[in-house]
């Protein structure tokens, strides 16, 4: 059967339940580990880091992809009927898409949200909706806190017998935490620009965190006017920009252009990427360098 572009949900999810039928009788040869699948690389990660090799990490979005568009391949549902509970970011286009597929055709799998407790800055979306937070709350340390945290409960909850490796893993994970907020903290306690300009709002909560001004290329999850572009570049230079971040999965063309305007550097990043850390301290390194043009008035 070749699925048209309209029913590819339905295809998937009629993949998906033929893959949970056979993966029942591979029941036996799955590891003795707790089979966990979560939505993002930064979230396996912190998982990984907390339960250590109690835990066995299935990773649903590929590197590269944007999770506003992604569908899941047969794949991916395969590993959610391998795994215990689907840890999930809570806000990301994907999942408002799938959480409720997923559970009609899982309902013994467990739905961790991992954003339940946390309330950030507003976030607007192409279809008007707004969250109480920024869906991308993890690419700051008051987002990882809440999803560590969120992660570190549900674990003890589920896997009772191995509390005290958790209690570990998570302590190990608060301590390396805090010391990189406190080096974030000393690296843009003087900083030349307290603004930046991104393309997509994905910085959100590192900016309110570190009273910094986030200025989005991207409107509303469209292309930018003409109008909006010249309105920023001018707001930009008034406020000395030196750095514009791009995510590695969008275009860099108009990027590079208002770059070049602003006699700023273009810095890639990608807050989609496993290392949460690595991260964190590349958006730090790239605010924090001196070394950069200044850009003129």
């Not at 339905?10 to 591979?26: D, N, R």
């Not at 090799?53 to 299935?58: D, H, I, P, Y």
């Not at 990301?92 to 409720?100: A, Q, Y």
């Not at 339940?116 to 869906?135: E, F, I, N, R, Y």
């Amino acid at each position: 059967m070749i699925c048209s572009s309209l029913h590819r949900p339905l295809c998937t999810l009629l993949l998906g339940i033929g893959l949970l039928a056979s993966s029942c009788q591979q029941g036996e040869q799955r590891s003795t580990r707790l089979q966990i699948a979560t939505t993002i690389a930064p979230a396996a990660q912190v998982i990984t880091e907390i339960a250590d090799s109690l835990v066995a990490v299935t990773t649903l979005l590929p590197q590269g992809n944007n999770p506003e568009n992604y569908e899941p391949t047969p794949q991916a549902i395969q590993a959610l009927a391998s795994s215990a509970a689907y840890f999930y970011m809570g806000d990301l286009g994907f999942e408002r898409r799938w959480v409720e597929r997923i559970h009609t055709m899982q309902p013994a799998l467990q739905l961790v949200r991992l954003d339940q407790d946390l309330v950030g800055p507003a976030h607007h979306h192409s279809d008007s909706s707004t969250h109480l937070h920024d869906p991308h709350y993890w690419t700051s340390v008051r987002g990882l806190q809440s999803m560590g945290k969120s992660i570190y409960s549900s674990l003890c909850r589920i896997d009772t017998t191995h509390r005290v490796q958790y209690d570990a893993g998570y302590q190990r994970f608060t301590q390396r935490l805090e010391h990189v907020e406190q080096t974030i903290k000393e690296q843009l306690s003087h900083i030349p620009s307290r603004a930046f300009v991104i393309y997509h709002p994905s910085l959100s909560e590192f900016a309110e965190e570190h009273g910094l001004k986030q200025l989005v290329i991207e409107q509303d999850g469209k292309e930018p006017t003409p109008q909006h572009i010249q309105a920023l570049i001018e707001e930009a230079k008034k406020l000395r920009v030196r750095v514009v971040f791009i995510q590695q999965e969008f275009d860099s063309k108009l990027i590079e252009s208002i770059a070049k305007e602003l006699g700023a550097r273009m810095v890639v990043i990608n807050p989609l990427g496993g290392d949460w850390e690595e991260q964190l301290l590349l958006i730090t390194r790239a605010l924090s360098d001196t070394t950069s043009s200044i850009p003129t008035r």
